[in-house]
C-alpha cells in the first residue's frame, strides 16, 4: 500500500482468453446439439474504460459466434429519468436480425470506420429478405 511505501501493482485484466474458449464452447455445443443460445444478464461497468473495452469484446465476439444478446435497459437511464447516451453507445450497433442464407461474417468497426459488414450465402429458398438494424445513434 501507498503508506507503508510499497508500489502498488496494477494490472489489466482481460477476459480475452476465457472469453474465447466460453464463446466457442457455447458454439461447438449449439452444432451438437442444435438449437440456439441467448447471452443474457452481462454487462461490465459501462462508466470506466476498462468496462467499457470488456462491453465492446462481448458485443464483438456475439458477432463473430452470431450470439443473441441482451443487457438490461435500466442502465442506459439516471435518476431523473434521462438516457444516457455515452453508456447506451457500448450497445447500439448495427446486427442482422434476419439473414436469408448461411452467416459467414457479421462486424461492426466501432473504433475506426464505424462500418458494418455481413457475409452470407445466399439461400435461394428463403423467400424474405434479410434484414439488418441500422440504429439512429451510434
Not at 466457442?24 to 461497468?45: A, M, R
Not at 459466434?65 to 444516457?84: H, P
Request: hydrophobic share 30%; proline share 6%; aromatic share 16%.
Amino acid at each position: 500500500s501507498p503508506s507503508s511505501g510499497n508500489t502498488p501493482i496494477r494490472t489489466r485484466v482481460s477476459c480475452n482468453p476465457q472469453g474465447d474458449f466460453i464463446f466457442q464452447t457455447v458454439h461447438n455445443d449449439i452444432q451438437k446439439t442444435g438449437g440456439s443460445s441467448f447471452l443474457t444478464e452481462f454487462e461490465f461497468d459501462p462508466t470506466s474504460d476498462s468496462g467499457a473495452q470488456q462491453n465492446y469484446f462481448v458485443m464483438n465476439k456475439c458477432d463473430q459466434y452470431f450470439q443473441s444478446w441482451t443487457v438490461w435497459g435500466a442502465s442506459f437511464i439516471d435518476s431523473s429519468g434521462n438516457i444516457l447516451y455515452n453508456i447506451l453507445s457500448q450497445f447500439n450497433r448495427p446486427y442482422a436480425y434476419a439473414i436469408a442464407g448461411t452467416p459467414h461474417l457479421m462486424f461492426y468497426d466501432r473504433n475506426h470506420t464505424r462500418c458494418f459488414t455481413l457475409k452470407y450465402i445466399i439461400d435461394l429458398t428463403i423467400n424474405c429478405p434479410s434484414q439488418i438494424y441500422l440504429p439512429e445513434i451510434i
